[in-house]
């Protein structure tokens, strides 16, 4: 069997996408290596979503490349948002590269390195096709799924948020046919999996386009509650605006939708999000989780943040300190705004100087630190249910999970014969950062 070395920049979705490639590849004769130097071929998943991510991507190139001078042989791919975005340029750039493939190609990867093993020519796979429908063919399906598990079940987007790069590297939205999720899901749990991760950029879109028989996200998640074997879903990436009542009706009426919600905000200020083209106020996004709140006391939420957005005002960026305590997150991404080239926020005037920015993202750090670790310590002391992932690296614990809020936790197993898959009780003794630390009780 030939080796491939497979790395992933970026999101959740680049990571399903990486692993779905790994599969294909597998039908083609190959098996995942951990060493680079072993490799026939080497795939680098981008993500294009931030400088530094780029930045990332060439400086890994960089070491790639003495590799493919010492064995012409080795075959080199870039896929992803940034072949998507950059395409022959990145040619250009790195003439060493044997092949770069956008994000709606995953499913010709096979293809694309039978084509360079026959003919040798550097090519550049991009674009998309608008006619074809969301599909993943049963073959491809993981036979070794996690305890918890990514099911994709859209892709693209239709937001068009003025900062990101998202609806021009992996284009509109498409959702896969829900008979097909369910079968997909029955698969994993027949295969091991207990957590259902629903993923998608945003997965309350879900159903609007590319499907033969629509139906709402929430009628999805009651669908895929009933599947036997699952005992723990989830879903990931929401969007305010599509976020529904019904959806909050669904954390209420399914017992195994975990207490979690990651629900970006991006900003507090009301001329900041329309600058970023959010469509929403903050007003109608804190009626939205004030009622989620009271309706289910104890989920937590996360969420996702810009400070130095082009406009941000000392006021703006206060409002988004206030959003914060207000809603008081449990985690959130906060980043610092980089322009991203191809975006309408790219033509905005990006002055804020990059001490302020660097200022208030510390700032912001530090008040989700606080938030986070006060909200941590409500589990000192008492029992939270982690579902077993694997084994954790922390000296002195056995086990790493989650819990049902989706807090990390590294778990004593004791006495106790635990494995991936199962769900324990623990004790909660210690909080560090967005993390739990306890003994498995029952
Ligand atoms: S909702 Fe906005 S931020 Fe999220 S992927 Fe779509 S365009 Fe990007």
Redesign the pocket.
Known sequence: MKQVYLDTFGCQMNVADTDRMELLLFHSGYRRTQEKEDADLILVNTCS?REKAEQKTFSLFGSLKPLKLANPDLILGLTGCLGQQDGKKLLQRMPYLDFVMGPDQVDGVAHAVDKVRSNGKSFVWTGFDQEKTYSIPEFSLPKAPGASTFVNIIKG?????S?????YT?GREKSREPDELYREIRHLVEYGAKEIILLG??VNSYGKRGLKNPIPFHELLYGVAQIPGVERLRFT?S?PNDFTRETIRAYQDIDILMNHLHL?V?SGNNEVLKAM??DHTIEEYRELLFELKSKVPDICIST?IIVGFPGETGEAFEDTLRIMEEIGYSSSFIFSYSPRPGTPANELNDSIAEEIKKRRLQEAIALQSRLTSEIGQHYIGNNTEVLIEGRSSKPGYTFKGRNPQYWGANVQAGEKTLKAGDTVKVRVQSVSGHSLSGKATL
């Open positions: 979503i987007c239709d937001k068009f948020c900062f990101c790069v998202v609806p992996r950029q945003n990436t969007h970006p991006q083209r959010r996702d």
